[in-house]
């Protein structure tokens, strides 16, 4: 286990001037009128959701059930994540698609799969415009819910940040409680993909968990490609990973990934055990597999920052 209490070397990103503030702690459909490319609006199912436009067009869509990103668009319209066909948004299920939350558990495991915070309802908490890019923060705290699956005082600030080419995400978690607890989690990303087509870089010589063929007994061994494909089914784990990989779509698109803190990748393509949609899109997960103790008033943050490969960033 590690014991953290983490301030970011590189914080995801950071400004400097221009500020806009244009509301703290609000209820979560308390007001539609935001910031300057923020707005709160209704998405399917009802269900809230806030719309991030940034100076240059770009556009995110984050809904507030499971505090899920369903859509990262460049100013020429065209989407880098994916929401499945299958994606339900009724409250009751988790977003299959976009950028779900999986908290305090990552996969199978004492709770119920990817533990709750996909299922729960976020708040919109703070609203920024930062020299023409949107931010918003999102929280989620412990309840009745959640409670009976871990019994634990808890916060999760996720902030997100859009960005010309870039989409920009910081998940801070911290113990409110009174006693310690541990945690594992990950950011399940689906990207927009030609399945045939993608492939990821930067994952060579790293330690492996193979789940295919048995997701229970997953097999150990070393990456030995430099490019890493998705040829049937795919369900890896990458140990220590680095801070930086590379997503070729298959759409004529390199993405990017970039972070700090999650120390573990996981990449996941279903195949045909979900024939309808497995050929578009692929999973680049950031993960943090090693159990995080957090004492009381501890936290813990890690970032993420997906780019478009044209764009020239050194933050991380």
Request: proline letters at 6%.
């Amino acid at each position: 286990m590690t014991t953290v209490s983490i301030s970011m070397v590189a914080p995801v990103p950071a400004f400097s001037s221009s500020k806009l503030r244009c509301f703290n702690r609000s209820p979560v459909m308390a007001s539609a009128s935001t910031c300057e490319g923020v707005r709160l609006t209704e998405g399917l199912g009802n269900l809230p959701k806030v719309v991030l436009t940034s100076a240059q067009g770009s556009e995110a869509e984050v809904y507030l059930f499971g505090g899920c990103v369903t859509s990262w668009k460049a100013p020429n319209g065209k989407d880098a994540l994916f929401v499945r066909p299958d994606a339900v948004f009724n409250g009751q299920k988790p977003i299959s698609g976009g950028i779900p939350h999986c908290f305090p558990q990552f996969g199978p495991g004492a709770m119920q799969q990817h533990g709750f915070a996909r299922n729960m309802n976020w708040s919109l908490v703070d609203s920024e415009n930062v020299e023409g890019k949107p931010v918003i923060t999102l929280e989620l705290k412990d309840g009745p819910y959640s409670r009976a699956m871990w019994d634990f005082s808890f916060q999760a600030l996720y902030k997100v940040i859009l960005d010309s080419k870039s989409l920009s995400t910081e998940l801070t978690i911290t113990n409110t409680d009174q006693k310690a607890f541990s945690f594992t989690t990950a950011l399940h990303t689906y990207f927009s993909a030609s399945v045939t087509g993608a492939s990821v870089r930067g994952l060579k010589g790293l330690k492996t968990l193979n789940k295919d063929p048995d997701p229970k007994n997953p097999i150990e061994g070393t990456e030995e490609r430099n490019v890493v494909t998705f040829p049937g089914f795919v369900d890896c784990i990458y140990l220590d990973a680095p801070n930086e990989l590379y997503l070729e779509n298959g759409l004529g698109d390199t993405i990017v990934i970039r972070n700090t803190n999650w120390s573990d990748a996981v990449l996941w393509n279903p195949h045909v055990q979900m024939e309808a949609s497995y050929r578009d899109f692929v999973c680049v997960e950031n993960a943090k597999l090693t159990e995080v103790l957090l004492q009381p008033e501890q936290s813990w943050t890690a970032t993420q920052q997906l780019s478009t490969a044209m764009q020239q960033l050194s933050i991380l």
